[in-house]
């Protein structure tokens, strides 16, 4: 079962990723990026991505029940954002603000979001 810290973990998740997400739009805006294309690409280079990847969820926790999916959409969120970041490496601030605001981009950011807040209250739920 998730402890109070691992819920505090999630909400910084949820927060983190929100303010990140505006981030990535100021530097598009100024063709300046915070990390490589690469590092942003990568599911593990963030404080969440890191603790996701050393959680070992146990099949019969309930709490966990969403690892899979959240884990999938936290990896597709950052090949993404890498996508982006790399127009913005190469000078192309028209294709990346494109792909910042994609439906589909957009849809994905949502989508994460919406299930870490899902999961969150799956651990107050069952822990």
Same mark, same amino acid.
């Given at each position: 079962m998730l402890k109070n810290e691992q819920d505090t973990q999630v909400r910084d998740a949820i927060c983190a990723h929100a303010d990140w997400t505006r981030k990535l739009s100021e530097c598009i805006d100024s063709g300046q990026l915070e990390k490589t294309s690469h590092d942003i690409s990568c599911d593990d280079q963030c404080a969440f991505g890191k603790w996701l990847?050393?959680?070992?969820?146990? !099949? %019969?926790?309930? !709490?966990? /029940?969403? #690892?899979?999916? *959240?884990?999938?959409? %936290?990896? +597709? #969120?950052?090949?993404?954002?890498? /996508?982006?970041?790399? %127009?913005?490496? $190469?000078?192309?601030?028209? !294709? &990346?603000?494109?792909?910042?605001? &994609?439906? %589909? #981009?957009?849809?994905?950011? $949502?989508?994460? *979001?919406? $299930?870490? $807040?899902?999961? +969150?209250?799956? #651990?107050? +739920?069952f822990t």
């Open positions: 990847a050393g959680l070992s969820p146990a !099949a %019969h926790d309930p !709490a966990m /029940k969403k #690892f899979t999916t *959240i884990k999938t959409m %936290h990896t +597709r #969120f950052h090949a993404e954002a890498g /996508k982006i970041a790399a %127009h913005v490496e $190469n000078g192309d601030r028209a !294709a &990346a603000r494109q792909g910042y605001e &994609a439906p %589909h #981009f957009k849809r994905m950011t $949502n989508s994460l *979001i919406i $299930n870490l $807040n899902d999961w +969150r209250e799956d #651990f107050r +739920r």
